[in-house]
Each structure stands twice: as C-alpha cells, then as structure tokens.
T-cell receptor
Framework: QKEVEQDPGPLSVPEGAIVSLNCTYSNSAFQYFMWYRQYSRKGPELLMYTYSSGNKEDGRFTAQVDKSSKYISLFIRDSQPSDSATYLCAMSAGSPGRRALTFGSGTRLQVQP | DAGVTQSPTHLIKTRGQQVTLRCSPKSGHDTVSWYQQALGQGPQFIFQYYEEEERQRGNFPDRFSGHQFPNYSSELNVNALLLGDSALYLC?????????????FGSGTQLSVL
C-alpha cells in the first residue's frame, strides 16, 4: 500500500463548477501538506501550503487538512479551462525544505468550456 | 527573479551510458533536491544537497549520485543507464531555515533511455 493515495481521474467538469480533489495518507508523522499543479511537460507549481490541520483559502482555492482522518482536500471554485492540469498532493514529516516530500500519483483535471 | 532552471530540457541515451543533468536553484536558495517522475506517477525523492553535502537520500541505487557546487548549483549523475531510468527528472530548491520554507520546482529534464 502506498503512503499517499490519490485518485488518478481523469476528472472532467464544466466551466464554473466546483472541483473537489482528495488524498488519503497512512503516515501519521506527516505535518506539512501541499498541493501542486502540473501542466503537461512542466514542473510542479506550488498552489497551497498548510501546516498541520485546518483550512486555508487563497482566491478560488481552499485546502483542508483533517489529520484525525488522514485526509486532505483541495477545492477549486468557479473552475476555468486554464485550471486543466494534473494536481498533485504532497506531504512531509518535517519542513519541506529539509525533508523529502511524498507525493500522490496525481489527479488529471479537465475543465470543459 | 529567475526560478529554478534545469538543463538540458530533453536527452536521449542508450542503455549502459552515463548522463549528467544540471540545475541552478532559485535566486537566494541554498538547498537543492532531485526527484524522478515516471509517466503517470508523482515525483519520487532521490536526494537533497545542502552545503555541498548529501543530506538525505531516497530509495535509489548508488548508480544515482550528485554534487552541489559552492554557488549552490547542482548536478545529478546516473551511471549504467537502464530502460527504467526513462523519466522526467525534477530539481527543486529551497532556502534553509526560511520562514515557512517551501519547495520550488524547475521544468525538468526529460530523459529517454533506448
């Protein structure tokens, strides 16, 4: 069993929809939780960064972390065709700059105009 | 402000050959990490360099080695290439001890082993 599980999709939604992306994990030592967006043939781009449990909002994006359930989510409101990409969850047991990140396998999202 | 830059962008090698990939970290960053991303998978941690020393290593064989230079740039070397080494190799940088330090990735080097 992988340490981080993520539904690979693809997930197809109409423009303007609310998108929900999720990851589950098994390592209770994880404290830092991130969401990266990756366009085809590009490197991952950091979208959201959360320490421990709770919610964090940034524009159309909201990240939620529930450590008791070992479950994290990313919500995208008013989705746009430009949001079409692969979304990777990532987590680490220590500061992301010092410790290895463990990634999910990514969810491919397609937003239809 | 230049982000993380990697070279080359694409590379084709044959089995058994050796390859060197290069990375310049984001301006002001001093820590470099390397990840391997196979097609359809998330990135996997190879190793991390800080102060020219390998600080942490993932589950990769000794064929994978690296180096960090005094200007914080880094190289990833892979010897005796296997078909399974075909992947996108990503370099990421961060600032040691930075407030809420975060990891920023380059666009990667696509390595194809034939």
């Amino acid at each position: 069993q992988k340490e981080v599980e993520q539904d690979p999709g693809p997930l197809s939604v109409p423009e303007g929809a609310i998108v929900s992306l999720n990851c589950t994990y098994s390592n209770s030592a994880f404290q830092y939780f991130m969401w990266y967006r990756q366009y085809s043939r590009k490197g991952p781009e950091l979208l959201m960064y959360t320490y421990s449990s709770g919610n964090k909002e940034d524009g159309r994006f909201t990240a939620q972390v529930d450590k008791s359930s070992k479950y994290i989510s990313l919500f995208i409101r008013d989705s746009q065709p430009s949001d079409s990409a692969t979304y990777l969850c990532a987590m680490s047991a220590g500061s992301p700059g010092r410790r290895a990140l463990t990634f999910g396998s990514g969810t491919r999202l397609q937003v239809q105009p | 402000d230049a982000g993380v830059t990697q070279s080359p962008t694409h590379l084709i090698k044959t089995r058994g050959q050796q390859v060197t990939l290069r990375c310049s970290p984001k301006s002001g960053h001093d820590t470099v990490s390397w990840y391997q991303q196979a097609l359809g998978q998330g990135p996997q941690f190879i190793f991390q360099y800080y102060e020219e020393e390998e600080r942490q290593r993932g589950n990769f064989p000794d064929r994978f080695s690296g180096h960090q230079f005094p200007n914080y740039s880094s190289e990833l070397n892979v010897n005796a290439l296997l078909l399974g080494d075909s992947a996108l190799y990503l370099c990421a940088s961060s600032l040691e001890g930075g407030v809420g330090e975060k990891l920023f990735f380059g666009s990667g080097t696509q390595l194809s082993v034939l």
